[in-house]
């Protein structure tokens, strides 16, 4: 294959002059110590080259040479409880042959070639094998079982020879194939895909269920779809990290990609060592026995942030095809149009709005699209979920990179900076965040929760609007002349507020809330508010009321009822009723004595 020669050298953008044979996409290994490169663009007589490694110390004249494929990732066993750089390099391999330290050129297989899998073929010769139908499976981890699939590449083949069950690594052949026009074709537990090619399905399906995270907030009163987007705004110091570590320790996603998008290196430092000492609560075992983690810290070169995103969805549609439900974490998104925005103004492409490339929208739309619910090729169903950060400049909201995420994802989570100040976490604000998917997933909601779950979300989403309207009057005159029926709704939406919207993730029984003991709270909270309500209404003052400490108990009741029985529900019921006809009566017999 012939090599071109380096002509110029801008940061991470290089080019090659005179007319090459190179193709849009193609990946390419530049310079002596082989970085790694991808074409960008194409010129009658240049081709211009980004490069995902650092770039000191190229000349020109240095040599770059074609491979004639695209930047593709390897798929196959080993990806889980493996860390990635941005293109799929191993670090721990990389580690342990060269050190803490990634020098530049370092290579390492994507997948242990040396470990050995116990393989079970599916097939036999004679089967007629589909593109994405299942030839062989094997135990990845305790809680995942790995399906081979015949990559949609290839088209329908006949099965000419299959191995023996057994001990095999990634590179060893377990079957031979023949397309319809006669070429024969080996298969391996792994192989390759373009990261910027989502990989096909069968069908696209509205999402029947909900993503549950045991995060209140989020499955009560903003729920994300399996196979939805959502967008975590905020500001420094807001929590989208903590808010993302807690989604990907806790949510009921069979697979977690995370990807650390040019982050600095102590939050990813920090994630590592949590992630390979958290207990997984559905097994029992590690939780990165389902676990994927791409680390793309800041101070690595700027145009691997950009792959890191295709390279964490690519991974996540290839279990997806297993028939998996995948979520994707991207923390954060805004470093990823960083980047594009760098590659841009060293191409001297005419900017957009802040200096973001004109391209920007249609990029956030073919990442955010590659979410979805499908019936895969093999006949199964599975599901990306991805939920995107977004880190706006100031907290602005309006900033380019925020706007064109709301318009590709249904789901927003605002984080708010006065809450996330008061300790309040997390710190979702309830007035500017929405879900889209609440009409979508009702129906769930009412078969397998509650037929009042909609009901009571909606009630406790009007109180809250109700305080805050009414929080406007206070500011401005104070609570003192507001009639006891709105005092009344602002110490319910406290309740609200803190006891139920608030969530202790250190705290064993708060960290994860089961959808049925969400529903008791709110009915509680509810049952409280009624009750109340009718007393307000025969002139028992809110403070006699608050004087019974329900409002209190309330507010604690989520450290203090067990996720596993409910019983204390009806004793706090029954304590309710109790108190609240004891100050009734209170109230009546002083008012009698007055008159």
Not at 430 to 447: A, I, M, Q, T, V
């Amino acid at each position: 294959m012939q090599t071109y020669k380096l002509h110029s050298i801008n940061g991470p953008v290089v080019t090659v002059k005179g007319r090459t044979g190179l193709s849009m996409m193609e990946m390419v290994h530049v310079g002596n110590q082989r970085l790694v490169g991808e074409v960008i663009r194409l010129d009658a007589d240049a081709a211009t080259i980004q490069v995902y490694e650092e770039t000191g110390g190229l000349r020109p004249g240095e040599p770059v040479e074609p491979t004639g494929a695209p930047l593709s990732v390897t798929l196959g066993p080993g990806i889980l409880r493996n860390i990635y750089d941005g293109i799929q390099r191993p670090l721990p391999a990389i580690e342990a042959a060269s050190g803490s330290f990634i020098g530049r050129g370092a290579q390492a297989p994507a997948l242990d070639v040396e470990k050995k899998w116990d393989v079970t073929v599916t097939v036999k010769p004679g089967d007629t094998l589909e593109p994405g139908q299942v030839y062989a499976t094997c135990p990845e981890t305790p809680a995942l079982t790995h399906r081979c699939m015949l990559s949609p590449l290839y088209s329908r083949c006949a099965v000419t020879w299959v191995a023996e069950n057994g001990q095999y690594t990634v590179e060893e052949p377990v079957a031979k194939v023949k397309d319809e026009a006669g070429n024969e074709h080996t298969l391996t537990l792994c192989q390759k895909w373009p990261i910027r090619t989502p990989r096909p399905t069968a069908a696209r399906m509205t999402s029947p269920k909900p993503l549950i995270t045991g995060e209140r907030v989020i499955d009560t009163m903003f729920p994300l779809a399996k196979g939805g987007a959502a967008a975590i705004p905020g500001g420094f110091g807001t929590g989208k990290t903590m808010t993302q570590h807690q989604l990907a320790k806790w949510c009921d996603a069979d697979i977690i990609i995370y990807v650390g998008c040019g982050e600095r290196g102590n939050e990813m430092t920090q994630a590592l060592q949590e992630f390979s000492e958290l207990t997984d609560p559905r097994t029992g075992n590690s939780l990165m026995d389902r676990t994927v983690l791409i680390a793309n810290t800041s101070n690595m070169p700027v145009a691997a942030r950009e792959a890191s995103i295709y390279t964490g969805i690519t991974l996540a549609e290839y279990y997806r095809d297993m028939g998996y439900h995948a979520a994707m974490m991207a923390d954060s998104t805004s470093r990823w149009a960083e980047a594009l925005r760098e590659i841009s103004g060293r191409l001297e492409e005419m900017p957009a709005d802040e200096g973001y490339p004109a391209y920007l929208p249609s990029r956030l739309a073919e990442f955010y699209e590659r979410a979805g619910y499908f019936k895969t090729l093999c006949g199964e169903e599975g599901s990306v979920s991805v939920i995107g950060a977004v880190s706006p400049q100031g907290n602005d909201f309006s900033e380019p990179v925020t706007q064109n995420t709301k318009r590709f994802t249904r789901c927003f989570w605002a984080l708010d900076k006065s809450l996330a100040y008061a300790r309040h976490y997390p710190a979702i604000n309830w007035n500017d965040s929405y879900s889209e998917y609440l009409g979508d997933l009702s129906e769930w909601y009412y078969d397998n929760v509650g037929t009042d779950f909609m009901e009571c979300r909606s009630r406790l989403a009007d109180l809250l609007l109700q305080e805050t309207n009414l929080m406007q009057i206070v500011k401005l005159i104070g609570s003192d002349v507001l009639p006891d029926d709105q005092k009344l709704t602002i110490e319910i939406a406290r309740v609200i507020r803190v006891g139920f919207l608030q969530q202790n993730a250190f705290h064993p029984v708060d960290t994860y809330v089961p959808l049925e003991k969400q529903l008791k709270m709110m009915e509680i909270i509810l049952y409280l508010y009624d009750k109340c309500s009718a007393l307000v209404a025969k002139q028992v003052p809110v403070s006699t009321l608050l004087a019974t400490g329900l409002f209190d108990t309330l507010v604690k009741m989520k450290y203090d009822i067990p996720n596993d029985d409910f019983s204390r529900f009806d004793a706090l019921r029954a304590e309710i009723d109790t108190k609240l006809a004891a100050a009734g009566a209170n109230a009546g017999s002083r008012e009698g004595g007055n008159a």
